[in-house]
């Protein structure tokens, strides 16, 4: 059997959806429109291609947007006052400074001068550590993602085994943090990790965080599991051409797997609703009203 493709542009869509709801609710009844910063230093071209996607989505919910560019050399105290002059702008209620940035700029520096009530990308030290120890706060965006469209496929995740392939603090460390809360087994494996396919087969999740094209067989899936592909990577193919894979080789996984998402159309699609989504948490959150709830 091949396994159903979790299609995460559709779900996504529809999370875009309530959250536009939402936006019109806070805009008629409290006169308030949520605001959203995106800071982008230097010209990387991928990271272009985020922000103009970040913007125009924000655009579309009905949202405040703000894009803020500094040139690739610009200095660790430029963006820090960027940063500083969004922190106290009662406009803006998320601020998110693209990643990565220019070697001069200490990235640590920057996202934990971020104002923790608008860090809505949730990499904020406060906001981890506040998410490992099962308080309210913001969670990164992709795993938030990866998270609800596990949820709405598998519904009780209690007492799985759940094996997440990379350790990164904005993916795989916070995806096995929500893994855990929500009573999965969860073993967190990367580059020193023994036997990865031997691990991977005991997954009934298998979420792929490492950033290496099609690593992940097919024979490293468990029959049936649901296998999540948070990787975004360029290849190249015949005649100087280039198409997006994940870390997973899906013709192969899809005979395996019961459900797998697709790259792209999977992950990528869900990281950019759950940052309107946690845009509106925290213009609710300081303004001290409740999320609306819109079906
Ligand atoms: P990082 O480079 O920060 O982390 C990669 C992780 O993979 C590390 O923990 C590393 O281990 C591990 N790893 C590398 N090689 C191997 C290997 N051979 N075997 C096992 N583990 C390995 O990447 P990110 O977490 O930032 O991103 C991962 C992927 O997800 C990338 O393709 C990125 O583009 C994509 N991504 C997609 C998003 C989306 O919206 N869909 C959002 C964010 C990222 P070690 O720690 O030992 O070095």
Known sequence: MVAERIDGKAYAQTVRERVAGQVAFLKSKYDITPGLAVVLVGEDPASQVYVRNKNKVTVEAGMKSEEIRLEKDATQAEVLAVVDRLNNDPTIHGILVQLPLPPQVDEMAVINAIDPAKDVDGFHVINSGRQAVGLDAMVPCTPLGCITLLKERIGDLSGLNAVVVGRSNIVGKPMASLLLAE????????????????????????????????MIRGDWVKDGATVIDVGINRIETEGGKSRLVGDVCYPEAEQKAGAITPVPGGVGPMTIAFLLVNTVTACCRSNNIEIPEIE
Do not use: Y
């Not at 999965?184 to 979420?207: F, N, Y």
């Open 183 to 214: 009573n999965c087994t969860v073993t967190i494996a990367h580059s020193k990790t023994k036997d990865l396919p031997g691990l991977c087969r005991t997954a009934d999740i298998l979420v792929a965080a490492v950033g290496r094209p099609e």
